[in-house]
């Protein structure tokens, strides 16, 4: 006890020792109370953003959705679908007809990224302008991929037997697109000049894609043969056992296109990085040039004449009969 005071010593309590508002101490404070104040208002700012991004994600899906609709109802009230490739069909799924808009709409945009990519290399544009064009195509067929992503979950069918391309395309189709081996053996001769590193380059991704190719063609191969069995096997007393087990070996036809598609988008990423980029840029046009001749010649083998069918059936018909004639006088020589 404080005998001046009376007060007890425990009782007795230094004052504290405050820092004024001008201290160093709360200055750092308030600045860092500031700066993170700064960072949530940025925060909330760029969430903001994404929020009105997403809404019109969601409005322009929802505006698409409805076009797709309406042209799926036009089809539907005339009785016939349309495919990429022009040919009619009178049977075929919601599914592959919203695929053939979306490839025909996709087909519009080739179009116009092929005029872009040649202005630009006859313009003689820098690497970094030429290089934006060259993404927004390489970003173009990641687009096709996604959309056969979508198709194949919805009808395979309609992919594989590539009743959406014209019927030249159709010719050289391989489990419901370009084979990359074909694309890039076709590509070489139109690239040069070309270093002997990317060559080399070339030449292992044609290799690794045929090996890929054989390994996807032997498995669709034991599929088919896998599905033959099961069906020719089946009785009427368990038929519907068989078909559902059909039915789950035909579900893996989705997962062969896919792995065909993730090649061929990888051939093309692979050939965008082994390539500079005015040849990877004279490569997608030169592909585009391609599948363009391919197109204009399906269109030009329908608008024939039919005067010159006739003839082509008069002249296969008098063939059959040469060769029936010549065949029946080799019979008789043989007596």
């Keep these: 006890m404080d005998t001046a005071t009376g007060i007890p010593a425990a009782a007795k309590q230094t004052p504290e020792k405050r820092r004024g508002p001008g201290s160093n101490s709360d200055k750092v404070l308030d600045t860092k109370t500031l700066r993170r104040l700064a960072q949530n208002r940025e925060a909330a700012r760029k969430s903001r953003l994404r929020k009105k991004a997403y809404v019109q994600q969601l409005e322009s899906s929802r505006i698409r959705l409805t076009q797709l609709e309406q042209d799926l109802h036009r089809a539907r009230s005339q009785g016939l679908f349309l495919g990429g490739g022009g040919i009619a069909s009178g049977s075929i799924s919601s599914g592959g007809a919203i695929f053939d808009m979306e490839y025909a709409r996709w087909l519009d945009d080739d179009h116009r990224h092929m005029s872009e990519l040649r202005t630009a290399l006859q313009a003689h544009l820098s690497d970094g302008d030429l290089r934006v064009i060259v993404d927004g195509y390489m970003g173009h067929y990641d687009e096709i991929f996604r959309l056969k992503g979508v198709a194949a979950k919805s009808d395979v069918f309609h992919l594989i037997t590539g009743t959406w391309t014209t019927p030249a395309e159709r010719c050289f189709l391989w489990m419901g697109g370009f084979r990359p081996s074909d694309l890039i053996k076709m590509l070489i001769t139109q690239l040069d000049p070309l270093t002997e590193q990317q060559i080399m380059g070339i030449y292992g991704l044609q290799q690794s894609s045929q090996q890929?190719?054989?390994?996807?063609?032997?498995?669709?191969?034991?599929?088919?043969?896998?599905?033959?069995?099961?069906?020719?096997?089946?009785?009427?007393?368990?038929?519907?056992?068989?078909?559902?087990?059909?039915?789950?070996?035909?579900?893996?036809?989705?997962?062969?296109?896919?792995?065909?598609?993730?090649?061929?988008?990888?051939?093309?990423h692979q050939l965008h990085r082994i390539l500079t980029i005015r040849q990877a840029a004279r490569c997608f046009l030169v592909i585009g040039e391609y599948y363009g001749r391919l197109r204009a010649l399906s269109s030009l083998w329908v608008s024939r004449p039919r005067e010159s069918l006739i003839a082509d059936d008069n002249s296969c018909q008098t063939t059959t009969d040469l060769q029936m004639v010549q065949s029946s006088q080799n019979q008789f020589s043989n007596f």
């Design 212 to 268: 890929a190719e054989e390994a996807l063609s032997q498995g669709l191969e034991q599929l088919h043969q896998s599905l033959i069995d099961t069906i020719a096997n089946s009785s009427i007393n368990d038929n519907m056992h068989h078909m559902a087990v059909a039915l789950g070996k035909l579900a893996n036809l989705e997962g062969f296109v896919r792995q065909a598609d993730n090649l061929r988008q990888q051939t093309l």
